[in-house]
């Protein structure tokens, strides 16, 4: 299943507008990353997720696949739960900066899942 939305962040907080295309339903994650990454915006952003019913609780970057990151030109995040549910967000950035990031961190669905 997957979705589109904005994203940005600065420092090394982050915070994730999405829309879902099945069910449509509007969804917001926040978040911290471990390292300081300096001010950066995607207004074009896919999200790749398995089911809308883990769109839920927390989820951790995962650090078992290839690197997640901010920059210059793009961004690619990938994350999981404790219960092994994944999702990815994956776009371009709406003006560069001046390095790639890589990153590791946290965040929490402020809104998600079905009611």
Not at 43 to 68: C, Q, R
Not at 75 to 92: H, K, P, V
Request: hydrophobic share 30%; with cysteine.
């Amino acid at each position: 299943m997957s979705g589109t939305g904005e994203m940005s962040g600065a420092g090394n907080n982050f915070d994730c507008h999405l829309k879902l295309l099945e069910p449509e339903r509007s969804v917001e994650f926040r978040g911290n990353f471990d390292q300081n990454v300096e001010k950066w915006e995607s207004d074009n952003i896919w999200f790749k997720y398995d089911n809308v019913h883990d769109l839920v609780g927390a989820y951790v970057i995962d650090t078992e696949g290839s690197p997640s990151y901010i920059g210059a030109d793009d961004l690619r995040l990938s994350f999981t739960n404790q219960e092994g549910a994944q999702f990815e967000i994956i776009g371009s950035l709406k003006d560069s900066i001046s390095e790639r990031t890589d990153v590791t961190g946290l965040g929490t669905w402020i809104e998600g899942g079905l009611d």
